[in-house]
C-alpha cells in the first residue's frame, strides 16, 4: 500500500490519497516494466548463463529469449579480450563483494561496439544466499561520442583542424613539467605576405592559404609533434627533445615547404614564412620558451623587412 497526500480541490484540509496493489498485481508490473524498458536487463546465474533477458537485450544482441537462455552472456555480449574480466566480476559479486557501477564495451548482434553503462545487483534467496546477478545497462554510446566531440572541438582550431593555444599550452605544460616532462623544442612560424593574399583575393582565399599550409606543416610533423595555430596566420610546431640543431634543420625544411607555391586562388599564390625556435627542459616555464621562440622569429622578420 502507498499513501501520499494531496491538497483538497477546495484549499482545505489535504486529503490521504491510497493505492492497494495486491502481491500478485505487483509481479505483474514488474514484469511488464522489464518488458517495457529500454534499457538492457540481464539476469544469469552463478556461472554467467543467461537466466532472463529483456526484450531490449534482445534487440541489442539479435537474439530472442530463447536461444539466450542457458548461454553465458560473455559468449554474447562481451569483447574476446575482456571475458576473463567478466568472469572474474561475475565471481566477485556473488561472493558478497559490492559491485562497482561502471562502463563497459559491448557488442551488438552485428558486431558492433557499444559503449554500456552498467549497474550490477545480487539476487539473494530468503536465507541471504546469492543465486544470480542481474544487470541493467545503458547504452550511453552516443552520449560519449558527443563528449568527446565537445571535448575535441575546446582543442582544436575550427578553421585547420590543427590544435588550438590551449592544447598547445597543455602539450608544453606537460613535456616542460619538471617532474613527468622530457623537454621540447619549438618552432614559431609567422606567414610572410598573407595580408596580401588577404587584400587582392579576398578571405575566403586567405582561411583555404591557412588550410593549406597546415596540411603542409601536418605532412612535415613527425608521430611525436604537435602542430598548432595560435590564430591569424601564426603556427607553432612542438618536438620531443632539446637538441637546438634539430629544431633549426626543422625550421629550414618549413620555410622550404611554405615557400613552394600554392593554388588557393586564381593561379598560383605564393608566400613565405618566418621562424623562430627554442627549448625548453623540464622545469622551464611555457611563457617563457614561448616568448622565446616568438622573439627569435621577430628578429629573423626584422631582419628580412631591412632587406627589402
Known amino acids: 500500500m502507498h499513501a501520499s497526500r494531496r491538497p483538497s480541490p477546495s484549499g482545505g484540509t489535504p486529503r490521504t490519497a491510497t493505492v492497494s496493489v495486491t502481491p500478485t498485481a505487483l509481479d505483474g508490473l514488474a514484469r511488464a516494466a522489464v518488458q517495457a524498458t529500454a534499457a538492457l ?16 537485450f534482445e534487440r541489442f544482441t539479435g537474439r530472442s529469449a530463447a536461444e539466450l537462455v542457458g548461454v553465458p552472456f560473455w559468449e554474447v555480449v562481451t569483447l574476446p579480450e575482456e571475458v576473463e574480466l567478466a568472469r572474474a566480476a561475475v565471481a566477485m559479486v556473488l561472493s558478497g563483494r559490492p559491485a562497482i557501477p561502471g562502463e563497459v564495451d559491448w557488442r551488438t548482434g552485428d558486431g558492433r561496439q557499444r559503449r554500456v553503462e552498467l549497474q550490477t545487483s545480487v539476487l539473494t534467496r530468503a536465507d541471504g544466499t546469492p543465486y544470480a546477478v542481474a544487470f541493467i545497462g545503458i547504452d550511453v554510446t552516443a552520449h560519449r561520442e558527443r563528449e568527446a566531440q565537445v571535448r575535441q572541438q575546446a582543442v582544436t582550431d575550427p578553421l585547420t583542424g590543427l590544435a588550438n593555444r590551449s592544447a598547445l599550452f597543455a602539450v608544453l605544460a606537460a613535456r616542460l613539467h619538471v617532474e613527468t616532462g622530457d623537454g621540447c623544442s619549438l618552432v614559431f612560424c609567422d606567414l610572410d605576405g598573407f595580408k596580401a593574399v588577404n587584400d587582392r583575393f579576398g578571405h575566403a582565399a586567405g582561411d583555404r592559404l591557412l588550410v593549406a599550409v597546415a596540411g603542409r606543416l601536418r605532412a612535415l610533423a613527425g608521430p611525436d609533434d604537435v602542430v598548432a595555430r595560435l590564430g591569424g596566420d601564426e603556427f607553432v ?72
Not at 536487463?41 to 531490449?56: F, I, K, S, W
Not at 605564393?270 to 622569429?297: L, W
Request: hydrophobic fraction near 40%; charge should be neutral; proline fraction near 6%.
Open 237 to 308: 610546431v612542438v618536438s620531443r627533445g632539446i637538441d637546438p640543431g634539430a629544431a633549426a634543420a626543422r625550421a629550414h625544411r618549413i620555410e622550404a615547404a611554405v615557400r613552394e607555391p600554392f593554388d588557393v586562388a586564381d593561379g598560383e599564390v605564393r608566400v613565405g614564412v618566418s621562424t623562430g625556435t627554442a627549448t625548453g627542459g623540464p622545469g622551464d616555464d611555457p611563457d617563457t620558451v614561448m616568448n622565446r621562440a616568438d622573439m627569435a622569429m621577430y628578429g629573423v622578420k626584422s631582419v628580412r623587412r631591412g632587406r627589402r
Open 41 to 56: 536487463v540481464l539476469v544469469c546465474d552463478g556461472d554467467g548463463r543467461v537466466l532472463l533477458a529483456n526484450p531490449a
